[in-house]
């Protein structure tokens, strides 16, 4: 028992200090973390809404391959962009590998599945009624695929909620292809590794405190936008 | 009734599996895991002691000795002397001895050779001086241990310097790091080799110098649980046969010995 509690009070006095270094971890976590979601949702909305409302062909095998995708290892996102990056692989000229933009393109390709698959539960859930109004409109596709996004807002919040969720806690694709370098790739979920392998049971508690305030803070805000909308 | 008596015999039948080899943790830095000479060393031991189930952790030395104080491990192979040299003096040691011994090498981005001086001291410094990229461990390692030893000899302290890039990782990443952002790395040698055939970066030549040399210790936790299937191991290690083993996996792994066997 003193064992935990000597870690906890680290951790404590550790987050009471908040120096410059925990800031920059902390800033940097958001912002891979917020673009990699941003991307997610800006491809696999319209992907989830066409999937879910869509009858092409192809379908099938495309819901099959997101929701495949859905359960992604992160570490396996990171080995394959890690491998087109390698200075002698395909992309290896963009020569970005270590660096913040190769994390936000690992975390995209774990958070594009997922914003796809929950909006394609969501939008495929729409009642008959609504959908055979929403055809009626005879709209383009793209506006009935607004409308649909917007009658179906709860899920859709829930599809962006979960793309967040996914890239903020994984820590797989983020150390393989950012290298956990301080001041430059160092997150939050790659400094509670090192931290942990260290010892430093404290400072990794801290860290992971601070990771679910952070998540607490951005859920916090989707889910007030998901009910938001839903009563208006 | 009947499934309580199926779950009874799978549980049974689990548990048996589980409790007929001993186990033993043996921890040690991630260099020795990392260069694939521990495994082959690990499996050939385990076809001749079918009751001995060593189960092999990668780690840096600070880590390893922290989990030999927790209980964490039962054998523990480390290379920062004078990190050892506390566990001991803590009395937490049942036996303290030297396994193995290899080298450190400064790697860097190929064709940088010339222009270096011959010393590690003196490239260290010629690396501050040009600001040349380097990347560190920087995870309480013995390899982290000794780079802070050189730099602390070339009268340079580096903490801090937008040249040089911590990983706080284990030896294999932070190579692949070095190796991409084209930047000098300390490494020990068999973790160099083990990654070499997918890395641009080249062995910086250097004159021979004993501070260059890596020893490996290996520590037996007194009181672990499988405290003598440790020690066993750790004596096997040292033995004749042992040295013998120790030399035909380095000439499998790198065809020339490059962890000299330490045991007597």
């Known amino acids: 028992m003193s064992f935990i509690g000597d870690v906890l009070r680290e951790a404590v006095q550790l987050l009471s200090q908040f120096g410059a270094e925990l800031r920059g971890v902390l800033w940097l976590t958001l912002v891979v973390s917020l673009l990699a979601t941003a991307i997610g949702v800006a491809l696999g909305v319209p992907l989830g809404t066409a999937l879910g409302l869509g009858r092409f062909r192809g379908r099938t095998p495309l819901l099959v391959a997101v929701n495949t995708g859905m359960g992604m290892p992160p570490v396996l996102a990171g080995l394959v962009i890690l491998l087109l990056l390698w200075r002698d692989g395909p992309l290896g000229s963009w020569g970005i590998l270590f660096t913040p933009q190769a994390m936000v393109l690992a975390q995209s390709l774990l958070a594009i599945p997922i914003a796809a698959g929950v909006t394609a539960g969501a939008v495929g859930g729409l009642s008959p009624v609504a959908r055979e109004q929403l055809s009626a409109l005879g709209l383009g596709k793209t506006a009935t695929g607004w409308i649909a996004v917007r009658e179906a807002w709860p899920g859709v919040a829930a599809a962006v909620a979960a793309a967040f969720g996914r890239v903020v806690s994984e820590v797989g694709a983020v150390l393989v292809v950012g290298g956990n370098i301080e001041g430059e790739t160092r997150v939050l979920t790659t400094a509670i590794v090192q931290e942990t392998r260290q010892a430093q049971f404290g400072a990794a508690l801290a860290l992971g405190i601070l990771l679910m305030v952070l998540a607490l803070l951005i859920n916090g805000a989707l889910t007030w936008l998901q009910l938001r909308e839903r009563t208006s | ?264």
């Open chain 2, 1 to 264: 009734m009947k499934r309580i008596g199926l779950i009874a015999a799978i549980a049974a039948l689990v548990l048996s599996a589980c409790a007929t080899p001993v186990r033993v943790i043996v921890a040690a830095g991630t260099t020795l895991v990392d260069s694939d000479i521990l495994d082959g060393l690990v499996a050939l031991y385990e076809t001749d002691h079918p009751d001995v189930d060593l189960s092999v952790v990668g780690e840096s030395t600070a880590q390893v000795l922290e989990l030999g104080r927790r209980g964490g491990a039962d054998l523990l192979i480390t290379h920062a002397p004078d990190l050892e040299a506390d566990f001991v003096a803590e009395g937490l040691a049942a036996s303290y001895e030297p396994v193995l011994a290899s080298r450190f090498v400064l790697a860097g981005p190929a064709g940088t050779g010339p222009g270096i001086p011959s010393t590690v001291v003196d490239a260290l410094r010629e690396i501050a001086r040009r600001g040349d990229l380097f990347v560190s461990r920087s995870d309480g390692s013995g390899t982290h241990r000794k780079e802070l030893e050189l730099w602390s000899l070339a009268g340079v302290d580096p903490a801090g310097l937008p040249w040089y890039l911590e990983t706080g990782q284990g030896m294999g990443l932070t190579l692949q790091v070095a190796d991409q952002r084209q930047a000098f790395v300390l490494s020990e040698l068999g973790a160099f080799l083990a990654a070499a055939p997918f890395l641009s970066l080249e062995i910086v030549p250097l004159r021979d110098d004993p501070v260059l040399v890596n020893p490996y210790q290996i520590i037996v936790v007194k009181g672990s649980p499988a405290e003598s299937g440790a020690a066993a191991f750790a004596a096997w290690l040292r033995s004749a046969g042992g040295r013998a083993a120790i030399i035909s996996a380095n000439r499998d792994l790198f065809g020339e010995v490059v962890y000299q066997p330490a045991g007597s």
